[in-house]
């Protein structure tokens, strides 16, 4: 065993410090209940591999003046498992980044795999231009949720048994409310009734909502069955007449391709009117091209 120890007044003790009497030096240090490594002087503190008499080409992590940690490549690790992030390798208890520069397609891949059971993935992904979030496959049942309640306590499970807010199933399938998923594509899942105040938005399951403001505009849902093109095939628009949403409810078919024209219209009055009538100001009439 060998120890170089300088005895300071009372305080602490320097166990090791190497200078240029310049601007530069590295001391351990030792107080009561502390070892401390670091610089005396305001420089960054840097480490490095395999550096010989030019560190600074070998440098690996820096801990600068302002107290921020730079890793120069490389990753992080913590857990049991100690490798360099690859998707197929089977672990537990992991987390870790990785930062490629985008040589693999994506850059600062934060990923967390606990106890087994599924690998979470948050990060940018270069090759598509994306912000990715998403989980293994998981033999097919792993999930995305999203939860409004997590819990607070750093010594358990804090999202056990929490019910999210929303739900993207391995299927697809989106939940919002609710976890079922015994429906199509989209369920929106709150107990709602529009019939307590059809003017109030806040009873509607889905609110389509545009802020143009413009008496002119309009607000719809489109139809299409296609998977190679961006044509419309059917619709269904609201026509803005006036201030405060006022207007009217028109219905649109596709006589050929990239052609939409409206068929059908419930007037603000309550009028029908089919394939471009002219709409009167009152009563329940039923007009086509102008006619009674």
Not at 4 to 29: E, H, P, R
Not at 43 to 68: Q, V, W, Y
Not at 98 to 125: P, R
């Amino acid at each position: 065993a060998a120890e170089i120890g300088i005895d300071n007044s009372g305080t602490y003790k320097s166990a090791l410090n190497t200078t240029n009497n310049v601007n530069a030096d590295f001391n351990i240090q030792h107080k009561s209940g502390l070892t401390s490594i670091g610089t005396g002087v305001n420089i960054p503190l840097c480490f490095h591999i395999n550096g010989g008499f030019a560190a600074d080409s070998a440098e690996k992590m820096r801990l600068d003046t302002a107290g921020t940690l730079h890793i120069k490549g490389g990753n992080i690790e913590a857990g049991d498992d100690s490798f360099n992030l690859n998707f197929l390798d089977s672990i537990s208890n992991y987390i870790g980044v990785a930062a490629d520069g985008g040589s693999n397609g994506g850059d600062a891949l934060f990923m967390a795999h606990s106890h087994g059971s599924g690998l979470a993935v948050f990060g940018y992904e270069a090759g598509g231009d994306r912000l990715v979030i998403g989980t293994d496959a998981g033999g097919g049942g792993n999930k995305i949720d999203f939860l409004t309640d997590v819990g607070t306590s750093l010594n358990t499970d804090n999202l056990n048994g929490k019910v999210p807010k929303m739900r993207i199933n391995q299927d697809g399938k989106v939940s919002i409310g609710s976890v079922e998923t015994s429906t199509g594509g989209l369920l929106i899942d709150k107990n709602l009734s529009a019939t307590s105040d059809v003017s109030d938005k806040n009873n509607y399951h889905l609110v389509i909502r545009s802020q143009s403001n413009d008496n002119s505009g309009k607000i719809g849902i489109a139809f299409a069955d296609t998977t190679n093109d961006t044509h419309v095939g059917a619709a269904i628009l609201h026509h803005r007449e006036t201030t405060d949403s006022v207007g009217s409810l028109a219905f649109y078919t596709s006589p050929s391709s990239g052609t939409t024209s409206e068929r059908f219209r419930i007037t603000r009055y309550g009028e029908l009117g089919l394939s471009g009538a002219n709409y009167g100001s009152s009563g329940q009439v039923l007009t086509s091209q102008g006619s009674g």
